[in-house]
Each structure stands twice: as structure tokens, then as C-alpha cells.
């Protein structure tokens, strides 16, 4: 059975470093508007500023962010356009996608040509 889901967020991050911080502080908003204080907000908003910093230094714009609620989890999406290395965190040294492994609750990457999509989920009630 699939889980409905319902947008509460979407953001269009410029490919800048001052952009991405304000993207992380959007989505901190986001998620405490719509999940409450969980004791994940931390979490999801490190986690989702490694995705859209992933996407940045390997993606090209725009970099477009669309936050879901489940009604169990809160999940987050990163999808860049144009040729990437590989979103598992094994390019280059940078360890963004191991990070994001180890905060939530699940994560994947989908690749098709000329974008990428980045997701996560952390449960809330």
C-alpha cells in the first residue's frame, strides 16, 4: 500500500553557499510547522542540508527541494538537473550520504538522465 503524501514545502535553492544556508534554515521551518518539535528537527535539517549541498557541488541548478508528509514520516527531496558523480557519498571523499544514512530512518537516491533525485525520511507522529 502506498502512503499518501502531502506537500507541504518546496523550495528553489540558487546554487550558492549562502542560498544553501538559507534552504537549511526554510526547512527547519518547514518541518516544525508540520511535524512539530520532534527531537528531530536537528536531524532533518542536517540532513537535508547535506543533500542540497551534495547537489550543489555535483549537480547543476536549479536545485529543487519538495518537503512530504506521510502522516508517519517526513520526507524530504533533492532533485538537481545535469551529470553528477554517484549520490552514495563514495566520490571525492565527502561523506554527505553516509551522514544522511545515519540520521533517518530510510533514504535513496534515483538517477535518470539529466537529473538526480535525493530523498529521506524520518519518522513523526
Not at 49 to 64: K, Q, R, S
Amino acid at each position: 500500500m502506498t502512503a499518501v503524501m502531502d506537500v507541504v514545502g518546496r523550495l528553489t535553492v540558487a546554487p550558492t553557499p549562502a542560498a544553501v544556508r538559507a534552504a537549511r534554515n526554510d526547512i527547519r521551518t518547514i518541518a516544525e510547522k508540520s511535524a512539530g518539535d520532534t527531537g528531530l528537527l536537528g536531524d532533518i535539517e542536517l540532513a537535508a542540508c547535506e543533500a542540497i549541498t551534495n547537489a550543489y557541488l555535483h549537480g547543476t541548478a536549479p536545485i529543487d527541494v519538495t518537503v512530504l508528509h506521510t502522516g508517519q514520516a517526513l520526507r524530504v527531496e533533492v532533485r538537481d538537473h545535469g551529470p553528477r558523480n554517484r549520490p552514495d557519498g563514495k566520490e571525492d571523499g565527502g561523506r554527505g550520504m553516509d551522514l544522511i544514512r545515519a540520521l533517518t530512518a530510510r533514504w535513496g537516491a534515483e538517477t535518470s538522465p539529466g537529473e538526480t533525485l535525493v530523498w529521506f525520511e524520518v519518522a513523526v507522529s
